[in-house]
Protein backbone atom coordinates (compact mmCIF):
# COMPACT_ATOMS: atom_id res chain seq x y z
CA UNK A 1 0.00 0.00 0.00
CA UNK A 2 2.86 2.35 0.66
CA UNK A 3 4.27 1.45 -1.99
CA UNK A 4 1.43 2.45 -4.01
CA UNK A 5 1.61 5.77 -2.77
CA UNK A 6 5.11 6.25 -3.09
CA UNK A 7 4.67 5.82 -6.82
CA UNK A 8 1.62 7.64 -7.28
CA UNK A 9 3.19 11.09 -5.22
CA UNK A 10 6.44 10.63 -7.69
CA UNK A 11 4.15 10.55 -10.62
CA UNK A 12 2.51 13.84 -9.48
CA UNK A 13 6.05 15.61 -9.11
CA UNK A 14 7.43 14.39 -12.36
CA UNK A 15 3.70 15.79 -14.16
CA UNK A 16 3.87 19.30 -11.68
CA UNK A 17 7.68 19.68 -13.19
CA UNK A 18 6.64 18.83 -16.88
CA UNK A 19 3.63 21.23 -16.22
CA UNK A 20 6.06 24.17 -14.28
CA UNK A 21 8.99 23.55 -17.83
CA UNK A 22 6.41 23.96 -20.22
CA UNK A 23 4.72 27.05 -18.05
CA UNK A 24 8.83 28.37 -17.76
CA UNK A 25 9.54 27.66 -21.54
CA UNK A 26 6.32 29.62 -22.88
CA UNK A 27 7.35 32.55 -20.57
CA UNK A 28 10.39 32.68 -21.79
CA UNK A 29 9.94 32.80 -25.42
CA UNK A 30 7.21 35.28 -25.01
CA UNK A 31 9.54 37.77 -23.74
CA UNK A 32 12.47 37.40 -26.88
CA UNK A 33 12.29 39.80 -29.58
CA UNK A 34 9.02 39.61 -31.96
CA UNK A 35 9.31 37.78 -35.08
CA UNK A 36 7.55 36.49 -38.16
CA UNK A 37 6.09 32.66 -38.38
CA UNK A 38 8.84 31.97 -40.24
CA UNK A 39 11.43 33.82 -38.39
CA UNK A 40 12.71 36.44 -40.83
CA UNK A 41 14.56 39.29 -40.50
CA UNK A 42 15.82 42.22 -42.55
CA UNK A 43 19.03 44.72 -42.57
CA UNK A 44 17.97 47.76 -42.73
CA UNK A 45 20.10 51.26 -43.25
CA UNK A 46 20.40 53.34 -40.04
CA UNK A 47 22.23 56.47 -38.95
CA UNK A 48 26.18 55.61 -37.11
CA UNK A 49 25.91 59.27 -36.03
CA UNK A 50 23.37 61.48 -34.94
CA UNK A 51 22.79 63.94 -37.96
CA UNK A 52 21.47 67.47 -37.88
CA UNK A 53 18.95 68.68 -40.26
CA UNK A 54 20.15 69.53 -44.03
CA UNK A 55 23.24 67.05 -43.86
CA UNK A 56 24.22 65.44 -46.48
CA UNK A 57 24.65 62.00 -45.81
CA UNK A 58 27.83 60.12 -46.84
CA UNK A 59 28.39 56.38 -46.35
CA UNK A 60 30.79 56.73 -43.30
CA UNK A 61 27.47 58.25 -41.48
CA UNK A 62 25.33 55.06 -42.07
CA UNK A 63 25.26 51.33 -41.26
CA UNK A 64 23.44 48.45 -41.20
CA UNK A 65 20.85 46.59 -38.35
CA UNK A 66 18.93 43.34 -38.35
CA UNK A 67 15.03 44.24 -37.50
CA UNK A 68 12.55 41.43 -37.55
CA UNK A 69 10.61 41.75 -40.73
CA UNK A 70 7.46 42.67 -39.30
CA UNK A 71 9.00 45.42 -37.43
CA UNK A 72 10.72 47.14 -40.34
CA UNK A 73 9.55 51.03 -40.36
CA UNK A 74 7.61 51.63 -43.79
CA UNK A 75 9.84 53.66 -46.01
CA UNK A 76 12.86 52.07 -44.84
CA UNK A 77 16.01 51.81 -47.16
CA UNK A 78 18.15 48.00 -47.52
CA UNK A 79 21.47 49.47 -49.57
CA UNK A 80 23.35 51.77 -48.33
CA UNK A 81 24.12 53.88 -51.91
CA UNK A 82 20.10 54.51 -52.26
CA UNK A 83 20.63 56.75 -49.26
CA UNK A 84 23.90 58.42 -49.95
CA UNK A 85 23.92 61.87 -51.33
CA UNK A 86 20.55 62.38 -49.58
CA UNK A 87 19.78 64.91 -47.44
CA UNK A 88 18.11 65.06 -44.27
CA UNK A 89 15.68 67.18 -43.46
CA UNK A 90 14.89 66.92 -39.50
CA UNK A 91 17.84 65.99 -37.12
CA UNK A 92 17.95 61.76 -37.00
CA UNK A 93 19.44 60.27 -34.16
CA UNK A 94 22.23 57.42 -33.59
CA UNK A 95 21.23 54.01 -34.50
CA UNK A 96 17.42 55.35 -35.92
CA UNK A 97 16.44 53.69 -39.25
CA UNK A 98 16.63 55.56 -42.43
CA UNK A 99 13.28 56.17 -43.65
CA UNK A 100 12.12 58.08 -46.63
CA UNK A 101 9.85 60.94 -44.21
CA UNK A 102 12.84 61.74 -43.18
CA UNK A 103 14.69 62.69 -46.11
CA UNK A 104 13.90 65.72 -48.40
CA UNK A 105 12.15 64.69 -51.42
CA UNK A 106 14.83 64.30 -54.51
CA UNK A 107 14.45 67.52 -56.64
CA UNK A 108 13.34 69.44 -53.65
CA UNK A 109 15.08 72.20 -52.28
CA UNK A 110 17.78 71.25 -49.90
CA UNK A 111 19.82 74.12 -49.13
CA UNK A 112 19.15 77.01 -46.20
CA UNK A 113 16.31 78.78 -48.80
CA UNK A 114 13.80 76.02 -47.19
CA UNK A 115 14.08 78.27 -43.76
CA UNK A 116 14.10 81.82 -45.05
CA UNK A 117 11.30 83.59 -44.60
CA UNK A 118 9.18 84.99 -48.07
CA UNK A 119 10.51 88.73 -48.56
CA UNK A 120 13.94 88.11 -47.12
CA UNK A 121 17.02 86.62 -48.49
CA UNK A 122 20.49 85.29 -47.01
CA UNK A 123 23.41 87.89 -47.24
CA UNK A 124 26.99 87.54 -46.36
CA UNK A 125 28.75 90.73 -45.02
CA UNK A 126 32.69 90.36 -45.12
CA UNK A 127 33.97 92.01 -42.41
CA UNK A 128 37.51 92.28 -40.26
CA UNK A 129 36.08 93.87 -37.22
CA UNK A 130 38.23 93.22 -34.36
CA UNK A 131 35.00 91.30 -32.36
CA UNK A 132 34.67 88.93 -35.59
CA UNK A 133 38.26 88.27 -35.89
CA UNK A 134 38.44 87.44 -32.32
CA UNK A 135 35.83 85.01 -32.21
CA UNK A 136 33.48 86.79 -30.08
CA UNK A 137 30.86 86.93 -32.28
CA UNK A 138 28.71 83.56 -32.95
CA UNK A 139 25.24 82.48 -34.47
CA UNK A 140 22.49 83.52 -32.56
CA UNK A 141 24.16 86.69 -31.56
CA UNK A 142 22.57 90.22 -32.51
CA UNK A 143 24.51 93.35 -33.97
CA UNK A 144 24.64 96.87 -34.52
CA UNK A 145 26.69 98.28 -37.39
CA UNK A 146 28.54 101.22 -36.25
CA UNK A 147 29.47 103.04 -40.05
CA UNK A 148 31.74 106.02 -40.44
CA UNK A 149 31.97 107.70 -43.47
CA UNK A 150 33.96 110.74 -45.50
CA UNK A 151 31.80 113.33 -45.81
CA UNK A 152 32.89 116.99 -47.01
CA UNK A 153 36.26 117.79 -47.41
CA UNK A 154 39.78 117.66 -45.34
CA UNK A 155 40.67 114.60 -43.10
CA UNK A 156 38.64 114.84 -40.45
CA UNK A 157 34.97 115.71 -42.22
CA UNK A 158 33.99 112.02 -41.35
CA UNK A 159 30.26 111.41 -39.62
CA UNK A 160 29.84 108.42 -37.60
CA UNK A 161 26.99 106.62 -36.91
CA UNK A 162 24.57 103.55 -35.57
CA UNK A 163 22.76 102.48 -38.66
CA UNK A 164 21.16 98.81 -39.04
CA UNK A 165 20.65 97.57 -35.65
CA UNK A 166 19.31 94.16 -34.19
CA UNK A 167 20.78 92.22 -37.17
CA UNK A 168 20.69 88.30 -36.03
CA UNK A 169 24.31 86.47 -37.21
CA UNK A 170 23.04 83.39 -39.29
CA UNK A 171 26.57 81.77 -39.63
CA UNK A 172 30.15 83.17 -39.15
CA UNK A 173 32.46 82.58 -41.84
CA UNK A 174 36.04 82.06 -41.74
CA UNK A 175 39.15 80.51 -42.68
CA UNK A 176 39.75 77.10 -42.36
CA UNK A 177 42.70 74.38 -42.07
CA UNK A 178 41.57 73.03 -45.75
CA UNK A 179 40.02 76.51 -46.86
CA UNK A 180 42.66 79.22 -45.54
CA UNK A 181 41.83 81.97 -48.10
CA UNK A 182 38.35 81.64 -46.82
CA UNK A 183 36.76 85.67 -46.75
CA UNK A 184 36.10 86.24 -42.99
CA UNK A 185 32.24 87.16 -42.98
CA UNK A 186 28.97 86.93 -41.15
CA UNK A 187 25.69 85.86 -42.20
CA UNK A 188 22.36 87.48 -42.10
CA UNK A 189 18.55 87.24 -42.76
CA UNK A 190 17.05 90.71 -44.10
CA UNK A 191 14.99 92.24 -46.33
CA UNK A 192 15.40 92.83 -49.94
CA UNK A 193 15.92 96.78 -48.57
CA UNK A 194 18.36 96.04 -46.00
CA UNK A 195 20.24 93.60 -48.48
CA UNK A 196 20.74 97.00 -50.77
CA UNK A 197 22.20 98.59 -47.84
CA UNK A 198 24.64 96.01 -46.43
CA UNK A 199 25.68 95.99 -49.97
CA UNK A 200 26.31 99.59 -50.34
CA UNK A 201 28.08 99.74 -47.15
CA UNK A 202 30.40 96.76 -48.32
CA UNK A 203 31.16 98.38 -51.51
CA UNK A 204 31.98 102.32 -50.31
CA UNK A 205 34.84 103.65 -48.60
CA UNK A 206 33.08 103.74 -45.07
CA UNK A 207 34.54 101.81 -41.78
CA UNK A 208 32.36 99.73 -40.12
CA UNK A 209 32.19 98.00 -36.97
CA UNK A 210 30.30 95.68 -34.87
CA UNK A 211 28.42 96.41 -31.28
CA UNK A 212 26.85 93.03 -30.04
CA UNK A 213 23.66 93.57 -28.21
CA UNK A 214 23.12 91.77 -24.73
CA UNK A 215 20.61 89.19 -25.65
CA UNK A 216 17.64 91.04 -23.14
CA UNK A 217 17.70 94.10 -25.77
CA UNK A 218 15.12 94.18 -28.04
CA UNK A 219 14.55 97.77 -28.75
CA UNK A 220 16.22 99.92 -31.17
CA UNK A 221 18.81 102.47 -30.09
CA UNK A 222 18.59 106.34 -30.97
CA UNK A 223 21.86 107.70 -31.15
CA UNK A 224 23.31 111.21 -31.92
CA UNK A 225 25.27 111.30 -34.78
CA UNK A 226 28.85 112.03 -34.18
CA UNK A 227 31.74 114.34 -35.99
CA UNK A 228 34.58 116.72 -34.81
CA UNK A 229 32.28 119.61 -33.94
CA UNK A 230 30.12 116.53 -31.59
CA UNK A 231 33.50 115.70 -30.08
CA UNK A 232 34.48 119.22 -29.33
CA UNK A 233 31.39 120.39 -27.80
CA UNK A 234 30.12 117.33 -25.98
CA UNK A 235 33.68 116.76 -24.13
CA UNK A 236 34.78 120.39 -24.50
CA UNK A 237 38.01 119.69 -26.77
CA UNK A 238 40.09 122.32 -28.17
CA UNK A 239 40.84 122.77 -31.18
Partial sequence: MRASRSWIFLLIGVLLAGITGVALYQFATSTRQPTTANGARVDIVVANVTLPPRTVLTADQLGMKEYPSDLVPPGSFTVISDVVGRT????????????????????????MSEEIPDGMVMVTFPTNDALTTAGLVSPGDRVDLLVTVAH???ENAKLTQTTIQSLEVVEVLAPT??????QRALVFVVDHQVALVLKYLRDAQTTVDLAVRSHTETQSAKTSLVDLQYLLETFGMQR
Avoid at 177 to 182: C, S
Fill in 88 to 111: SAVQIARSQPIVRDLLSAVGAPEG
Fill in 152 to 154: GTG
Fill in 177 to 182: KDQPQR
